[in-house]
Every structure is written in C-alpha cells, then in structure tokens.
C-alpha cells in the first residue's frame, strides 16, 4: 500500500493565510493538516507517501526529508485543475490512499489492514451545499454522486479520503491519462473521472464519525474547526 497527498493548490481563498505558505501546511492545534496526515499513515503502517505539489514547493522540503516523502511538483498547479496532478501520479493510484492535503483528520480511521475494495471514507455532514453527496445501494456500494443543495438534510459527503484497488486504480489512472492526453478535460477534478466509471469499479462507502475530518477551504472553515473542537 501507498499514499498519494494532494497539496498541489494555492489556497486562494484562505489568504492572507497562504500568501506564504501552502494551504496544507497551514498549523492548526501546534500541527501542520499534512503532518498529522503522515502520522496516521505511519500509524497504520504506510511507508511509501507521494505529496504531490505545486505552488511554494519549496516549502515542503522539510516534511519530506523528515518522513522521507516521495515529492512530486506540478509545475501548471495554476493553470489545470487537479486531474492533471493526478495525472503526474497515474501509475501510484494502484492499492493506494488518496487524501486531500486540506483535511484535518482528528481521528485516525484507516485501517492497518489494506481494504478489499475500493472504499471513499465518508462523514456526515450538516452543510452540504455545493457537496459531493455519495448514493450506496444496501451493501454500501456507491454508484452515483449527487451534488448537494441549499435546505437539504445532513448526508454522507465524498470528504476528501479514498482507498482504490488495484483494479480501479489502474482503471482511473488509465482514464486520468486519456483525458489529459486528449487535451479536452483539463479544468475538472479527477474525481469526476472516478464518477464516470462507477459501472466498471467495486467503491464502497465507509462511514466515519462527522468530526474525524474537515475540510479546510476558507477562513470560515478553519474558524467552525477551532470552535467544534474548542482549540
């Protein structure tokens, strides 16, 4: 098993914080979101950690030689979106994690055994305006994305964490490489390529508590994180 980190992005909405430094470094409770994510990898035994970077690259040189990361640089990291960051990582999507760099992880729920499927870790969250809601049948197979709108009731949300398989990670890495190689879908995200091909993949949703993990995209976000857990 392997670990892919996405930390490529600016973090725009989040300045003046990242002005300086990458969203995913940004310190929340004397920790860094990336390193606390490293942890728990470490925790559950997984070595091989790619983080895949972009903008102030330079600034992870420090994590990477203290946990010994493999460090990818995307150097169009402001001109496509995150497909092509996956893209430069196509060939590690096989029995690996795949976290945004964003998320602070407050519980570790990755098991120490490799799953057997393809799985999307999943919180249920109370704002899910604009969300990646994910439909399971009754096994908790997941075959559709729904996006969520204003009024609607708390559901479980892609929340930024998967484990692909071997199978389906050569399956998206395949797809990611048609894509960017026929130069027509370069401003979506590499998740909408997994969306796609739901019909030819095993992806199982597992469900976490609604405080292991949060997004951290704005200065609201990281304001309700300190006020849910009193830092």
Request: with cysteine; hydrophobic share 40%; glycine share 6%.
């Amino acid at each position: 098993m392997r670990a892919i980190l996405m930390a490529a992005g600016m973090g725009t909405r989040l300045r003046p914080l990242t002005l300086n430094t990458p969203k995913s470094l940004i310190e929340v409770n004397g920790m860094s979101l990336l390193e606390r994510q490293i942890i728990n990898l470490k925790e559950v035994g997984i070595d091989e950690i790619i983080v895949l970077t972009g903008y102030l690259h330079e600034k992870f040189d420090n994590l990477v030689k203290k946990y010994n990361l493999i460090k990818v640089i995307n150097d169009k990291y402001d001109v496509y979106n995150n497909i092509y960051t996956m893209y430069l990582v196509r060939e590690y999507l096989e029995d690996a994690y795949v976290i945004d760099a964003d998320q602070y992880i407050t519980r570790n729920f990755l098991p120490k055994e490799m799953p057997s499927t393809s799985v999307y870790y999943s919180a249920c969250k109370e704002n899910i305006t604009g969300e990646w809601i994910l439909k399971y049948d009754e096994q908790g197979k997941v075959y559709r994305i729904d996006i969520g709108k204003e009024g609607d009731k708390p559901n479980y949300i892609m929340s930024g964490a998967s484990f692909w398989s071997a199978k389906d990670g050569r399956l998206i890495g395949k797809k990611v490489q048609e894509a960017v190689e026929a130069n027509n879908s370069m401003d979506i995200y590499w998740d909408n390529i997994a969306v796609e091909n739901f019909s030819d993949m095993d992806v199982y949703i597992e469900k976490i508590d609604s405080n292991d993990i949060f997004e951290i995209d704005s200065p609201e976000d990281l304001e309700y994180l300190k006020r849910t857990l009193k830092i």
